[in-house]
């Protein structure tokens, strides 16, 4: 086996980024669903730039660096930090100190990376902010890092953690763009930004309408060690999946009774594949209840809906629910039914608001983990466009968690768009997931022929 050799990543000391204009001082509150538990955490994000010849001696550090500056400027909250009420709820103050920002430099080019979207990148870390620098929790701290690695060939990887507490997933594209927008030479960005956390706050009293199953504990959830959730087991692997037109095309031969047809969206049914799937794969108890959950954008939900520009966290998690048993020996058109039914419910106006409810109501929320798995689509999220002027950047998703996947894409050679779904479980559940989804996928194929057509998959 071939060792894999770590280049030298030099960083210079880290500096802060204040908006570049005096802004309000002040304390702004969040909603309920920010203020979640599960939400005080950094999320990652990691950005692929090739050379330009075009920007010459143009340095992206101080391109992105200066229009940071500018982003701050509108988003301000960002630059502030969080603090803590007697209440145990978190506030934002406002005191415009800044966004932390470093830059790198790799010894060599960017091509050393090879295809993120084929094969990891065992050094990611590296690319990000050095988290022995970033302080403890998230009270307290700045709600921004950035790193801007230069390679030998003039492309260069932007590494980003922020802070969930301040932003999901579209509110993080929409600040992205806005500083992509102002390193291009935009006066403003072309979307300004909206506070307004007071749209989703609980009532009083807070009146929950819909059960939200990712405070709901198993019954059964301690009766069987539970496949290493808490401690996950040590021969954990990693493995993206990619799915195209004709694997969408495969996986819809298994629920044509399930109609209409024309209503069943690529990301229910590939969910429901790889729910079930991966159940089979981690061999359960047949008794035990296991889950999906998964990520509804709740903005244009709501009534009325969420302002253009609201950047907070706006999203609920639809939970589909099953024996493991039932799920494992039922159709594929069983597990899709059940993630329809879920979607139709947390899509329903009244979803977040519940949630919210349910949030407020819990004196220490405690989100189950189970037998749980989560799936968040970023597909359209705006997340992939970002364009400093260097051009789209390749996005990256961190190695991600065994209980957590997220769902990307790429163009392949002839323009199609090809679903990347990375997955972590332990060595000998992998193997058995994969067999199982390439069973729905080439259910007349030999084990010699679907070896090969993987094989091909894998070179897209």
């Avoid at 030479?185 to 930004?193: D, E, I, Y």
């Avoid at 506070?195 to 504990?217: F, G, N, S």
């Avoid at 419910?345 to 037998?371: K, W």
């Avoid at 989804?437 to 998959?457: G, T, W």
Wanted: glycine fraction near 4%.
């Amino acid at each position: 086996m071939t060792s894999i050799i770590h280049p030298n990543i030099k960083r210079s000391k880290p500096e802060v980024i204040a908006p570049a204009k005096p802004t309000p001082r002040e304390v702004k509150s969040l909603s309920d669903i920010d203020n979640q538990a599960v939400l005080r955490y950094y999320t990652s994000n990691i950005y692929l730039y090739r050379a330009d010849p075009s920007k010459g001696a143009h340095n992206p550090a101080n391109v992105i660096k200066t229009a940071l500056a500018k982003a701050l400027v509108y988003y301000y909250p960002i630059a502030g930090r969080l603090r803590e009420q007697p209440n145990g709820k978190l506030v934002v103050d406002c005191i415009g100190e800044g966004a932390m920002f470093v830059e790198a430099d790799a010894d060599v080019p960017l091509e050393y990376l090879g295809d993120p979207n084929t094969q990891p990148i065992h050094f990611i870390d590296q690319l990000q902010f050095d988290s022995e620098l970033m302080g403890p929790g998230v009270v307290d701290q700045p709600l921004l890092y950035i790193q801007v690695t230069r390679f030998k060939c003039g492309g260069f990887t932007l590494g980003l953690n922020i802070c969930h507490i301040i932003a999901d997933a579209h509110g993080l594209a929409q600040f992205l763009t806005a500083i992509s927008e102002l390193a291009r030479g935009a006066k403003q960005p072309s979307v300004l930004p909206v506070w307004d956390r007071h749209l989703i706050l609980a009532r009083d009293p807070p009146v929950p309408t819909h059960i939200h199953w990712e405070y709901k504990p198993m019954e059964d959830a301690t009766q069987e060690y539970d496949m290493g959730l808490k401690t996950p087991p040590a021969n954990l692997v990693h493995r993206s999946f990619f799915y195209g037109p004709k694997e969408i095309s495969a996986l819809r031969q298994h629920v044509q009774s399930l109609q209409p047809m024309s209503h069943v969206s690529r990301f229910e049914l590939l969910t429901a594949a790889i729910w079930r799937s991966r159940t089979i794969s981690l061999d359960y108890n047949s008794d035990f209840e296991v889950r999906v959950l998964f990520v509804v954008n709740s903005r244009q939900k709501m009534v009325p809906p969420l302002p253009t520009g609201f950047y907070g966290n706006a999203f609920a998690r639809a939970a589909a629910i099953s024996k493991a048993g039932k799920l494992c020996s039922s159709p594929l058109d069983y597990a899709l039914k059940l993630v329809k039914e879920a979607k139709a419910e947390a899509t329903s106006s009244d979803f977040i608001q519940s949630l919210a409810d349910t949030v407020a109501q819990m004196v220490q929320p405690r989100y189950m983990v189970a037998r749980k798995f989560v799936v968040s689509d970023v597909t359209r999220t705006g997340i992939h466009s970002v364009d400093f002027g260097w051009g789209n950047g390749m996005y990256v998703v961190k190695p991600v968690s065994w209980v957590l996947t997220f769902y990307t894409s790429f163009k392949n050679s002839i323009g199609e768009e090809i679903l990347v779904v990375p997955m972590c479980l332990p060595e000998p559940a992998m193997a058995r997931f994969k067999e199982e989804m390439e069973s729905l996928i080439y259910p007349k194929l030999d084990r010699f022929q679907v070896r090969s057509a993987n094989s091909y998959r894998n070179r897209l």
